[in-house]
């Protein structure tokens, strides 16, 4: 049995005022067919987010949930639009008065299933750029 490496969407950030990959930046994966299922992450040594956990509230209660993404897909229909949006907590990356940009949202449109989503981010305190990697 093979471990999973990677979910079906990806991003890596890379920070161009240092050249360095972007470390420990808080990401938030929202959308889909299930809007209310949201995702999490932080990016790793390497700026990478491969894996995505369920998103809880700081403040919530209850019951922590329990879904994937992969359970999340298994809904989307091969060939019917879905949108998604990446939410990078550049504030918390580079300090609150060191940006312009205290989030950078990406938002982009997933419509077949059995593809890998890669969404890299180049980012400096005052501009960003990004593109559909593979």
Known sequence: MSEKTSDKITCHVLDTGTGQPARGIRVKLEGGFHPLKTFESQTDDDGRIKIWLP????????EVPVYTLDDVLGDVEDGKPAR????????????EQNTFFPEVS??????DKGQKYHVPLLLSPYSYTTYRGS
């Open 55 to 62: 998103y809880s509230e700081a403040h919530s209660s209850g």
């Open 84 to 95: 998604w949006t990446l939410r990078f907590d550049t504030a918390g990356y580079f300090g």
């Open 106 to 111: 990406v938002a982009f449109t997933m419509k």
